[in-house]
């Protein structure tokens, strides 16, 4: 790739964690970086996911960064406008948009082992960068289950991550696929708009009640002249769900009394018995994300929805079937089936120093040193990587701690490379990653997503959960607050990088 631009940091995307990787990288001091985003605007997921009622379900004061506080946050849990708002904004506060190329979709990267670098190319031309961060989001990717005869259907079919606000549901008879987090909350925007609204539910969610309520404006001028309080709120948010930890990786049994309420939350709407057993769940509150709505119960109970319990089977013209062989004809069909979330999308495209792809080397599960480096694949991280995601808490958080686990890499590898001891890579040790993995898989065993009695998204095709973190946000911010050289292989190449092989010097 000679001749081709080269960036000290290419950052894959611009949602939290690549916007968030931009300021610390200026923080550090480096401004010789480039993030690359295949859209034309900021703001990953709280972009994509315009559909009626998004919104977050961690109150904003915590779900967003702890070094660009809003205290003009105007409900407890922000909708996605206002998140996309606040992202927009923390890309002009800090400087970040020359940085940012738009409509540059990643196609592939890959490392070149003797000029210990990584060669990109983008739908808009190629890079080369010393590092990679790789923050495509765990949720960006929509899934669309196979379903025989979807292509035979004439009617408008769309993802909840891919709304079209141009087609118009009044009066029509509209399909809900799935009941997770976005389904819950479109099921109660849309219902009072369509004719007919059939909801065809695999699994029933268990769902609390929403403490939502608007911030009021004494509240936002205190926040804003007296930061102390501001703080104070997120800290307090912040505690109160790492003491919830402890019931979700170690005493599952404690969640009984959150299922009591959560079953009291549907009793006192639901009335029909036949409704209440199809939206009773029969695993532990916990296993799957808890979700949180006043307002999906009373929608279930109106005269102009059905809910499905047995799943969508198949398509036969315009007429969805169910597993159990009922048919309902419709006009639409939604999708909130949810993403690629442990065959994530952009690990194909990402060739390491063996010559085989991310998504080959994860092809028994997804696993990475300290959820961010993989061996193989030196000088890449991933934001939101293997057994980082949460249950309870705000991911914002885990990618803050990763990033400061980006910034000490980066300060590492500036130490190995100083004076004339020319080039250097890191590469995570395969015997760190097996450790880190072992102690991670075995934190789960006593876990309610593994103990629970569910299927979820968590589980990767081999049963193995690779996506959540088993402990509080506390202890991952310690273990990521260092890198431990003792984990990594150093990889040299001479100073005039392209004229021999890279030694690697262990
Ligand atoms: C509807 C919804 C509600 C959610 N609610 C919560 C919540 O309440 N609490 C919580 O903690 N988390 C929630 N999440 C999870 C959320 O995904 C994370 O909190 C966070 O926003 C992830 O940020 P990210 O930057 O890692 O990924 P994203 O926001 O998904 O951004 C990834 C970016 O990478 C870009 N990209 C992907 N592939 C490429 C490529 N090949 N080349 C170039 N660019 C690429 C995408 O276009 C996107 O802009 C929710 C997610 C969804 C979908």
């Known amino acids: 790739m000679a ?166 549901l009044r009066g029509k008879r509209v399909a809900m696929i799935g009941t997770g987090a976005s389904a819950i909350q479109i099921v109660p925007s849309i219902q009072p708009l369509v004719d007919r609204l059939t909801l065809f539910q695999r699994t029933p969610p268990w769902v609390m009640p929403r403490m939502d309520r608007e911030i009021t404006r004494a509240e936002r001028w205190l926040h804003a002249k007296v930061p102390p309080t501001r703080a104070l709120r997120r800290q307090m948010l912040w505690l109160i769900r790492e003491f919830q930890v402890g019931a979700f990786t170690k005493h599952p049994a404690q969640l009984g009394l959150v299922e009591k309420l959560a079953r009291h939350h549907m009793t006192k709407v639901v009335k029909d018995p036949v409704l209440r057993a199809k939206l009773t769940p029969d695993y532990r509150i916990g296993c799957k994300r808890i979700l949180l709505s006043n307002t999906y119960y009373p929608a279930l109970v109106k005269p102009n929805v059905d809910v499905v319990a047995s799943g969508l089977k198949e398509v036969r013209g315009n007429t969805l079937v169910a597993a159990d062989g009922t048919g309902t004809e419709v006009d639409a069909v939604i999708f909130g089936t949810g993403f690629h979330v442990t065959d994530m999308p952009v690990a194909q495209r990402i060739t390491g120093a063996q010559g085989i792809t991310l998504a080959e080397a994860w092809k028994d599960g997804m696993e990475a040193l300290r959820g961010s480096t993989a061996t193989g694949f030196p000088n890449f991280m991933t934001v939101i990587g293997p057994n980082t995601g949460l249950g309870n808490s705000s991911m914002i958080l885990m990618i803050e701690a990763q990033l400061n686990y980006m910034v000490d890499y980066l300060r590492q590898l500036e130490t190995l490379t100083a004076g004339s001891a020319g080039r250097a890579a890191l590469d995570a040790r395969p015997e760190a990653v097996r450790s880190w993995t072992d102690h991670v898989q075995r934190r789960m065993t006593r876990t309610v997503w593994n103990t629970g009695g569910c299927d979820s998204w968590y589980l990767d095709a081999n049963g193995r959960n690779t996506t959540v973190w088993p402990g509080t946000t506390g202890e991952f911010r310690k273990v990521t607050r260092n890198v431990d050289l003792a984990e990594y292989e150093v990889l040299r190449a001479p100073a005039r990088s392209g004229q021999r092989k890279a030694e690697a010097t262990r």
């Open 3 to 168: 001749g081709h631009e080269h960036v000290r940091v290419a950052v894959i995307g611009s949602g939290f964690g690549g916007l968030g990787a931009a300021v610390r990288l200026r923080r550090a001091g480096i401004t010789d970086f480039a993030v690359l985003e295949r859209r034309d605007s900021v703001g990953g997921t709280w972009r994509d996911n315009s559909y009626p009622g998004c919104a977050c379900d961690v109150p904003s004061h915590l779900y967003s960064f702890s070094f660009a506080p809003n205290p003009d946050w105007p409900r407890n849990f922000s909708g996605q406008e206002h998140i996309r708002a606040y992202l927009e904004k923390v890309a002009d506060t800090f400087g970040l948009r020359p940085h940012i190329r738009f409509d540059s979709e990643v196609l592939s990267a890959r490392w070149d082992t003797e000029a210990l670098h990584w060669e990109i190319e983008t739908a808009r031309g190629a890079l080369t960068a010393d590092m990679l961060v790789s923050a495509t989001g765990p949720l960006s990717d929509p899934k669309i289950p196979d379903i025989p005869g979807l292509d035979g259907f004439t009617g408008k079919v769309f993802h909840s991550a891919q709304w079209d606000h141009d087609y118009d």
